[in-house]
């Protein structure tokens, strides 16, 4: 992806939301959250290819709002995780 | 993740994920003036998101988390016109069984764990998954 002039190039980024999740990563992992956000809108986006049969774009599906979302972090030395 | 979303033609034009390394507060002005949607997704009681829902809100973005502290009084402010909240309180949080799951949290632990389309789970990790609650 660094580097990669042609990441995005696709979107028409006037009409993208862009999302955040902007944290310093702890040991109670709650990047983990976000994640589990994404993978729901990604099931949500696969299970709607499995039931139309169409490529998920701008053009076949008007309705729905393009969406790039950021995750950004750093953990303190020493960290770990807690379970 | 980011490269199994930007690698799925179905739709990748759709949904996108950046990771930002090495994120600190002295790179926030970057980003803060340019979002549309601050995701404050926390557990209640847990951890506190502080003063950053703020910063974000007062330069313009929308601000969707779950119903923590910052969170709620910035609700109570400003209302529901740029905050949408959801989820339990802390108080439900003390009342409810910790070691019930919800079908959505099963079901994207089982894609992780066992359909593997993100890669290899770190041993660590699977462990966290395993015993998360709720």
Redesign the interface.
């Known amino acids: 992806m660094k580097g990669d002039n042609t990441f995005l190039s696709d979107f028409d980024l006037k009409s993208t939301i862009f999302e955040a999740y902007l944290k310093r990563v702890t040991p109670g992992g709650r990047h983990v959250i976000l994640l589990f956000y994404v993978i729901s809108k990604y099931l949500e986006l696969k299970k709607l290819v499995k039931d139309t049969g169409k490529k998920i774009t701008p053009e076949n599906f008007p309705h729905l709002v393009p969406r790039v979302i950021f995750m950004g972090g750093m953990s303190r030395p020493g960290d770990k995780l807690i379970l | 993740?980011?490269?199994v979303?930007?690698a799925d033609?179905?739709?990748?034009?759709?949904?996108?994920?950046?990771?930002?390394?090495?994120?600190?507060t002295s790179k926030?002005y970057l980003?803060i003036c340019?979002?549309?949607?601050?995701?404050?997704?926390?557990?209640p009681g847990?951890?506190s998101?502080a003063t950053?829902p703020l910063k974000?809100t007062m330069n313009g973005s929308l601000l969707?988390g779950s119903r923590d502290a910052t969170n709620m009084r910035i609700d109570n402010l400003l209302g529901k016109d740029v905050v949408v909240l959801f989820g339990m309180t802390y108080y439900d949080h003390l009342q409810c069984d910790n070691n019930k799951r919800s079908p959505?949290?099963e079901?994207?632990t089982n894609?992780?764990l066992n359909d593997k389309i993100?890669g290899n789970v770190d041993p660590?990790?699977k462990?966290?998954f395993e015993?998360?609650p709720t």
């Open positions: 993740m980011s490269n979303l930007a033609d179905d739709t990748n034009k759709m949904l996108q994920m950046i990771f930002l390394p090495n994120y600190t926030e980003y340019s979002l549309d949607v601050n995701v404050q997704l926390i557990l847990k951890q998101c950053q974000f969707l959505l949290v079901k994207i894609v992780i993100f660590l990790l462990d966290y015993q998360m």
